[in-house]
């Protein structure tokens, strides 16, 4: 029986209850035994039953509006995978009435940020996909949210004393610990290891970068290395600020070995260093952009930490459709991605990207 032939009577059979329970689970309306609806979600895995979105969104005749507010991205940056997600994902589901409208934001200035947030709200939307950088500001997006009954949900970070209906990240901590044992693994020798972090107006710290940053002070301190970590910044906005920065602090570190990069932006570092033709320092950072898979193919970046960004974005659209349509509550909250350990020699197999 293939997942296009099944219907809801033959799950109804197969799990031996009626028609109506089967309906009842599929649309989240209560008054089902646990026992009944263990059967029924048991079969539907078996089956891999796909809920017919399309039809009771066309029956409901109601059109949505959808509020996207995440950092601005130029083709090939992060931020662009996860919005080609959510383009994938309204696409998918085009025969449902859903408006989806952006509110961008600069992620290296807070106080765009804070505009951008700000004039949510009064635009009235039916749900809000919040990625977010700034924790404060993210806090009183989401006040002003729950206080209106607006469902939000999360991706790329997790904001603490806040109410999404679910969330769609990675384990950042976890992925700064694997940072520091990868990069301790590839750094032979006593050097120094550098943690770089970008510099953002009005606020130097984001919500992703601190978890990262914590992440990879543990697994040093587990190691023993504390003593050898070594710490600086470098600006985005800025790229002949960056240089002479970056040549200053290896200079002032002629023992670095390894530099963990801890957002996206690891080419700018790739770049200066192989421009200064220095060739023996281990460049580790992540997601797979355009240009660290450059630098990746050139041999300035060894390795990179991926974390599904389309996949973020893709569930985040269909996890707030069916919210809005069927109320549908999350049985786990949290959705943690997998950590991706991408280097030049398995580069090939990450088809999507490996052409860029």
Known sequence: MTRQKIKIKDIAKMAGVSAGTVDRILH?????????????????????????????????????KIIVSTPVASPGEYWSSIHSGIEHALEEYSDISVACEYAYYNQYDIYSCQSAFASIPDRHPDAVIIGPTFTRETRELCDRLDAAGIPYLFIDAVIGDTHPIATFTTDHYAAGFLLGRLLHAMSAGDGTFAILRARRTGNENASTSLERNRGFKDYMAQAGLTHR???????????????????????????????????????????????????????????????????????????????????????????????????????????TMPIDIVMKENLPYYKEVAAL
């Open 28 to 64: 989240n309306r209560g008054n089902v035994s646990p026992a009944s609806r263990e059967a029924v979600e048991r079969v539907l895995t078996e089956v891999n039953y796909r809920y017919n979105l399309h039809t009771s969104a066309l029956a409901c005749r109601k059109r949505f």
């Open 229 to 335: 970590i070594r710490e600086a910044s470098f600006s985005v906005l800025n790229p002949e600020e960056n240089e002479k920065q970056v040549v200053e602090f290896i200079e002032s570190h002629p023992d670095t070995h390894g530099i963990a990069v801890m957002n996206s932006r690891g080419y700018i570092i790739a770049d200066i260093l192989r421009n200064r033709g220095v060739r023996d320092i281990r460049v580790i950072s992540f997601d797979l952009t355009t240009n660290n898979i450059r630098c990746m193919k050139e041999g300035s970046i060894t390795a990179l930490l991926c974390q599904r960004p389309e996949l973020q974005g893709f569930n985040a659209v269909k996890t707030m459709i069916q919210h809005l349509i069927y109320n549908r509550q999350e049985p786990a909250i949290h959705h």
